[in-house]
């Protein structure tokens, strides 16, 4: 009889506190700034600092918090800046040099003679692009990898190359036209 009554008890007890985790779930929910989400949509999400930022979460909350500028984030290039400006209702500002120069999206490639498997590459991933083990051959999951080229400075013997992915149907992006503006003689 005593086992039966625990086991109601525990049950008893695991409504009452499943029932009072719920209510506070609904009470204390936090609600995330929608514009984060946009801006974070625009940004490239390869998580690579040059914005000054460790990714682009914390870069799109700076810029909706107006801590940080639209035109900090390189791998976004002049079109992600143009998209921002769009979105937050800003004027266009050229990408700005101190972060970093826009680039053609690249492909980190191991080169498999040289790799040592010292495991500093996938350590500094931050998209986890690379898979291998220690003292084993390391490769770069292309469909993953972001070009940041983070993982290029911690290789002790060089053997990571960025190579251009160059532009096909899945990687090609509209440009922004650009118009000439001349003065018009009245």
């Known amino acids: 009889m005593s086992f039966w009554l625990a086991l109601g008890l525990m049950i008893a007890l695991a409504l009452l506190l499943g029932a009072i985790l719920g209510v506070a779930a609904i009470r204390f929910k936090v609600d995330e700034d929608p514009l984060v989400d946009k801006i974070d949509a625009i940004l490239p999400q390869t998580q690579c600092g040059q914005c000054g ?33 769009e979105l937050l209702g800003k004027e266009y500002k050229p990408l700005n040099a101190e972060n970093g120069a826009e680039k053609p999206r690249a492909l980190a490639v191991i080169d498999e003679n040289i790799c040592i498997g010292c495991t500093l590459c996938i350590q500094a991933c931050p998209v986890d692009a690379i898979v ?23 290789c002790p013997v060089d053997c990571i190359e960025m190579r251009d992915v160059g532009e096909e149907a899945a990687t090609w992006k509209w440009r922004y036209p650009v118009i000439q503006l001349r003065k018009v003689a009245a």
Not at 132 to 154: D, F, M, N
């Open 132 to 154: 291998g083990a220690a003292k084993q051959l390391h490769t770069v999951i292309a469909s993953e990898c972001t070009g940041c080229e983070l993982c290029i400075a911690p």
């Open 53 to 85: 930022f460790p990714g682009c979460k914390p870069y799109a909350t700076a810029i909706a918090n107006e801590e940080a500028e639209i035109n900090q984030c390189p791998p976004g290039g002049d079109d992600g800046v143009r998209k921002l400006a």
